[in-house]
Structures are given as structure tokens and as C-alpha cells.
């Protein structure tokens, strides 16, 4: 796995299949051109209530994006499951984890606001937390 920063956090690339033509600005463009589809594909599907900003994280499990709540006009943190990963495995450890961060109620846990399936897409919602992630601390 490749990542690039992209005015914000590295962004992970995904590695394609190289031929005798390709170089890297190729493989670069068309990195960017899956995210942003993605991203796009995500916006569209959350759509009325949730508007898609930027990717601010990945993990091998999900993909965590920067929103605004429509309804509550609040930032928010959206974390989709990869679905590459759920049609592979499945989507039942990320229920799991929706279940488990439902039930969590600790002073030092973010809650749970929202979380369900939109256009293919399993998610959930919490609250956005400006500073540097754990990684780079």
C-alpha cells in the first residue's frame, strides 16, 4: 500500500497491476480517480443527511471521512465499511462494532450518533475531534 498526503492526512493508494507502460503519475491518476468515486458514490448515498467532505483516515477494515450533519449542522465522523472487505467476509464483525460503540457510555468514549446501510454502504456516524490522530502521536 502506497500513501500520499493531499493537503490533510495520507491517503492510502491501492497498488494496481503493472505494465511495461504504466508509470507512476498513471497509477497515481487513476488512485485518485477510485477515492474520489468513492467519496462521491458515498456522498450521493447519504445524501439529505449527510454531506461527504474529504477522507480523513483508513484502517484495514474501514475508510473514515469528514462530514456535516445536515439535521444538526455539526462536523462529523463517518466511517464506512470497505466493501470490498464485507463482500470477501461479510459484514458481521462491523455490526459487531456498531453494536459494542452503541452500548459504550464512558467519559472518555465518543458515542455513537448514527449508523445503517445507504446504497451498499454499512456506516456509522460519530462526533468529528480536530487534533492528530493516535498514529501520530
Known amino acids: ?5 493531499l493537503r490533510g ?3 492510502p493508494l491501492l497498488l494496481f497491476r503493472q505494465s511495461p507502460t504504466s508509470g507512476v503519475a498513471a497509477r497515481f491518476r ?6 474520489s468515486s468513492t467519496a ?6 447519504l445524501a439529505g443527511r449527510y454531506r461527504v467532505e474529504r477522507e480523513i483516515g483508513a484502517g484495514g477494515m474501514a475508510t473514515v471521512y469528514l462530514a456535516q450533519d445536515l439535521r444538526h449542522h455539526r462536523n462529523v465522523a463517518v466511517k464506512v465499511l470497505r466493501a470490498e472487505l ?3 467476509i461479510g459484514a458481521e464483525r462491523f455490526l459487531t462494532e456498531i453494536r459494542t460503540t452503541a452500548n459504550l457510555q464512558r467519559p472518555h468514549i465518543l458515542p455513537l450518533f448514527d449508523s445503517g446501510e ?3 454502504f454499512l456506516f456509522y456516524v460519530m462526533p468529528y ?3 492528530e490522530s493516535l498514529r501520530e502521536r
Request: proline fraction near 3%; charged fraction near 15%.
Open 1 to 5: 500500500m502506497v500513501s500520499i498526503a
Open 129 to 131: 475531534v480536530e487534533g
Open 30 to 35: 487513476e488512485g485518485i480517480a477510485i477515492l
Open 86 to 88: 464485507a463482500a470477501m
Open 9 to 11: 492526512p495520507a491517503v
Open 40 to 45: 462521491e458514490h458515498l456522498s450521493t448515498a
Open 118 to 120: 445507504a446504497d451498499g
